[in-house]
């Protein structure tokens, strides 16, 4: 049964920072993309990073110099680092795999639940 189970989101004020972290489950995670996608209230879910197995990232436009992506094959977990947090970064956060490297979520298979991250001006 597969898993992705993300933690770490909270509120915090601009220019704060948060650490997601997404722990998986249930398929071979070194073999598959993996990905952090934000949706907020009205609008519709946007890739923020992807990372390939060996760790090379892409970045969306609007989170690069501030957001990091990473991950620990050894461990099974994908993390986001998310530096100098901006109101307009408030969304849920959802971590996910797939087999295609790119940001559409339309390409990822798998997804957690979400965690909600809130930054206040």
């Known amino acids: 049964q597969v898993q992705l189970v993300e933690s770490g989101g909270g509120s915090v004020q601009a220019e704060g920072s948060l650490r997601l972290s997404c722990v998986a489950s249930?398929?071979?995670?070194?073999?598959?993309?993996m990905g952090w996608f934000r949706q907020a209230p009205g609008k519709g879910r946007e890739g923020v990073a992807v990372i390939d197995s060996g760790g090379e990232p892409i970045l969306a436009d609007s989170v690069k110099g501030r957001f990091t992506i990473s991950r620990d094959n050894a461990k099974n977990t994908l993390y986001l680092q998310m530096n100098n947090l901006k109101p307009e970064d408030t969304a849920m956060y959802f971590c996910?795999?797939?087999?295609?490297?790119?940001?559409?979520?339309?390409?990822?298979?798998?997804w957690g639940q979400g965690t909600q991250v809130t930054v206040s001006s």
């Open positions: 996910a795999a797939g087999r295609v490297y790119w940001l559409r979520p339309e390409h990822f298979t798998y």
């Open positions: 249930g398929f071979t995670y070194s073999s598959y993309y």
